[in-house]
Nanobody, 121 residues
Framework: QVQLVESGGGLVQSGGSLSVSCAAS????????MGWYRQAPGKQRELVAT???????DYANSVKGRFAISRDNAKRTVYLQMDSLKPEETAVYYC???????????????WGQGTQVTVSS
């Protein structure tokens, strides 16, 4: 079994900064992509940023230059530093990872339970 546990998030004023992190645990053989998605009320879940095991990074256009994703492979943890936050970025932020467990033949997607980020105007 594989678990993704997020931490961080909370309430911040517009223009402020916040960070979230996500640690993967369980029967893990290898982790490929890790990343973050978000879902605002009434909207579809959308990509925020992803990072490959080799460090390749992809950002949503809307967060480029303001958000920074990083990962610590030894700790199986992915981080997201969010600066210059906007009220419209209020959402539940979900951790995501593509993982091959010790008992699996193939890689599959795993999701965290989500952490609330609220940006007040």
């Amino acid at each position: 079994q594989v678990q993704l546990v997020e931490s961080g998030g909370g309430l911040v004023q517009s223009g402020g900064s916040l960070s979230v992190s996500c640690a993967a645990s369980g029967s893990i053989f290898n982790i490929r992509t890790m990343g973050w998605y978000r879902q605002a009320p009434g909207k579809q879940r959308e990509l925020v940023a992803t990072i490959g095991s080799g460090g390749s990074i992809d950002y949503a256009n809307s967060v480029k230059g303001r958000f920074a994703i990083s990962r610590d492979n030894a700790k199986r943890t992915v981080y997201l530093q969010m600066d210059s936050l906007k009220p419209e970025e209020t959402a539940v932020y979900y951790c995501y990872a593509v993982v091959k467990s010790n008992i699996a033949v193939i890689y599959r997607d795993y999701w965290g339970q989500g952490t609330q980020v609220t940006v007040s105007s």
